[in-house]
């Protein structure tokens, strides 16, 4: 976000602050830190945290949508986003507000991400490949990640740069927890797209790697960054 001392900047989709307020830090006392989120619960939440951390007087949530901000054009130095494109119809709307409310050269990131990279480790594949579409489309957007690129480059954004984020777990119990699999697992059955046999390997098979030590799963993100153009009234230059 290339951020500096005094900045104003804005984290969209924020949930309880757990950027904004290491945000904080990055614009200093006399920078200002905007968090957005839809859901009133984070809201409060991520204020109470602000408070708690001693920066309430900078770092300020508020329940707004990302589809549509109350903030004028150019307002902010720097914009953010993190795991809120995979929640949103149109994210074309969104990176396009975020757009609107950078200033001319102003830096753009967003992160998300990309669901269909899910990958376990296990020997009934065709099982896992039908649980990774579905667990994909329960998403509006669960291919949200590997869209950013498009979507900065359609936005004409400057300087765009794209950063991988791999993670890997060993732990079943948690990997199970953080991929909501009891719920995916749960609506695939009423669905018809697993059958209650097949869900039985599936779990026997995941059951013994997690008793053999030998679980495995994967996972990517993946963070782009691009800055706002702006154009010469006069020669027509790109001017930063
Ligand atoms: C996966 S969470 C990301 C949380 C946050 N980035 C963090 O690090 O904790 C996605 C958040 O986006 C919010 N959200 C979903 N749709 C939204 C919208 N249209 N406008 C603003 N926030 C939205 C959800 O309420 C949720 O808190």
Redesign the pocket.
């Given at each position: 976000m290339h951020l500096q001392i005094g900045h104003r900047v804005i984290?969209?989709?924020?949930?309880?602050?757990?950027?904004t307020i290491l945000l904080a830090e990055f614009v200093g006392p006399t920078g200002k830190v905007i968090g957005?989120?839809?859901?009133n619960q984070?809201i409060i939440t991520a204020n109470k945290k602000a408070k708690e951390a001693g920066v309430a007087d900078r770092v300020i949530h508020k329940h707004?949508?990302?589809?549509s901000l109350p903030f004028d054009s150019d307002y902010f130095d720097a914009c953010h986003?993190?795991?809120?494109f995979?929640?949103?119809l149109n994210a074309e709307n969104?990176l396009s507000e975020m757009v609107r409310i950078t200033r001319p050269g102003g830096w753009i990131v967003a992160a998300d991400s990309d669901h269909s990279t899910l990958s376990i480790d296990n020997s009934v594949t065709d099982v896992e490949w039908r649980m990774r579409r579905f667990r994909t489309d329960k998403f509006r957007s669960g291919y949200a990640g590997r869209q950013l690129y498009r979507l900065f480059k359609q936005q004409n954004l400057a300087d765009i740069t794209v950063e991988i984020f791999p993670f890997f777990s060993t732990d079943y119990t948690l990997t199970r927890y953080f991929s909501l699999l009891d719920e995916a697992e749960r609506e695939a059955i009423a669905a018809g797209i697993i059958t209650k046999e097949e869900l039985r390997r599936w779990h026997a098979d995941l059951e013994q790697a997690d008793e053999d030590s030998v679980f495995f799963a994967s996972f990517t993100m993946i963070l782009v960054a691009g800055r706002k153009n702006s154009v010469s009234p006069h020669a027509g230059d790109l001017i930063f």
């Open positions: 984290d969209l989709g924020c949930g309880s602050g757990t950027d957005v989120d839809t859901d984070m707004y949508d990302a589809m986003t993190e795991r809120l995979q929640h949103v969104v």
